[in-house]
C-alpha cells in the first residue's frame, strides 16, 4: 500500500473534515477508489454503512440501502477522490516527469517510490498504475508488458501479454482471486504466464505434443492361407453335427481329416 506524501495526508484530512468522517474512512475510500482504477470501488468500513460499492457516473450501494444522506456522502467522496487520483502524474496514465505534470493542486497524494521504498523489481521502472489492501499490492508496468503482485511478500512478476490493463481487483484469497479488466474483459491474474517470483526466473511450460503411438506388436502375417479354410470347415462340421445330419462319429473323424492338412 502506498505511502502517503504531506499533501495526501492533507487531502484525506481536509475530506474527512468536509465529509463528517475520520480519517480511517477517508484513507479505506483512497485506496478503494484507486484499486478501481478511479472509476469504481468496493469498499468496507462500518461509518460507510458497512461493505458498499460505487461507480462513476451515480451507481452508489451501501449496507444501509434506503440511508439516501450516506449515498450522497459516499458518492461525494468517491467523485473528488476520483477527481484527485485522475490528475497523479503516476497513477492511470503513463508516467511523466514532474515539469510535464499539470494537474493537481495539491501535488502529488503519494510519496514516490524511491522514498516510499520500491517493492518492484527495479529493471522495470516506473509503474503506470499500483494499489493494494490487506496483505496484497501491485504495480502495472504496460511499457515492458508486466503486472507485479506482492501477497504476504512473495512478489510475482506476470507477462500480461497483449492485455490492456484497467484495474486490477481482489476479493477473497490469493492471487488466484486476483483479477484485472482489459480490453477482453474480466481475466484472472493466475491464468498469465509467470515470469518470476521473488527474483527466481520460473521456467515456461512449453506445450510439449505426445509422440506419435507406434503399435510395436509385428504384423499379422498369415502362414498358411488354407488354414482358414480348414478352420472354416471344423465349423461348418459342427453346426452339421449339432442339427444332426452327422454322428459323433462322423464329425470326429472329419474333423481329424482336416486338421491333419494344418
Known amino acids: 500500500m502506498q505511502q502517503l506524501s504531506t499533501q495526501g495526508q492533507q487531502f484525506v484530512q481536509d475530506l474527512a473534515q468536509r465529509y463528517g468522517v475520520s480519517t480511517d474512512a477517508a484513507i479505506t475510500m483512497l485506496y478503494a477508489v484507486m484499486n478501481g482504477n478511479g472509476t469504481m470501488a468496493q469498499f468496507s468500513h462500518p461509518e460507510l454503512g458497512g461493505g458498499g460499492q460505487w461507480m462513476q457516473g451515480g451507481m452508489t450501494m451501501v449496507g444501509d440501502m434506503f440511508n439516501y444522506g450516506l449515498k450522497s456522502k459516499v458518492d461525494g467522496l468517491c467523485v473528488e477522490i476520483s477527481n484527485q487520483l485522475m490528475n497523479q502524474p503516476a497513477y492511470f496514465q503513463p508516467p511523466v516527469s514532474q515539469s510535464q505534470f499539470q494537474g493537481g493542486n495539491n501535488g502529488s497524494l503519494f510519496v514516490s517510490a524511491a522514498a516510499a521504498g520500491q517493492w518492484w523489481p527495479s529493471d522495470l521502472g516506473s509503474p503506470s498504475s499500483t494499489g493494494g489492501q490487506n496483505n496484497v499490492r501491485y504495480a502495472v508496468f504496460p511499457g515492458s508488458r508486466r ?8 512478489i510475482t512478476v506476470y507477462d500480461t501479454l497483449d492485455n490492456q490493463i484497467g484495474g486490477v481487483s481482489q476479493q477473497q484469497g490469493g492471487n488466484d482471486s486476483m483479477t484485472f479488466s482489459s480490453q477482453y474483459g474480466t481475466i484472472n491474474v493466475s491464468s498469465l504466464p509467470v515470469i518470476s517470483i521473488n527474483g527466481y526466473q520460473q521456467q515456461p511450460q512449453n506445450f510439449i505434443a505426445p509422440a506419435p503411438f507406434v503399435n510395436e506388436a ?11 479354410d480348414v478352420f472354416a470347415k471344423i465349423e461348418r462340421l459342427g453346426d452339421l453335427f449339432q442339427k444332426g445330419i452327422l454322428t459323433e462319429q462322423e464329425f470326429t473323424a472329419k474333423k481329424m481329416e482336416l486338421l491333419n492338412q494344418v
Open 147 to 154: 503486472l507485479v503482485v506482492d501477497i504476504g511478500g512473495q
Open 218 to 228: 509385428p504384423a499379422y502375417q498369415p502362414t498358411n492361407a488354407p488354414d482358414g
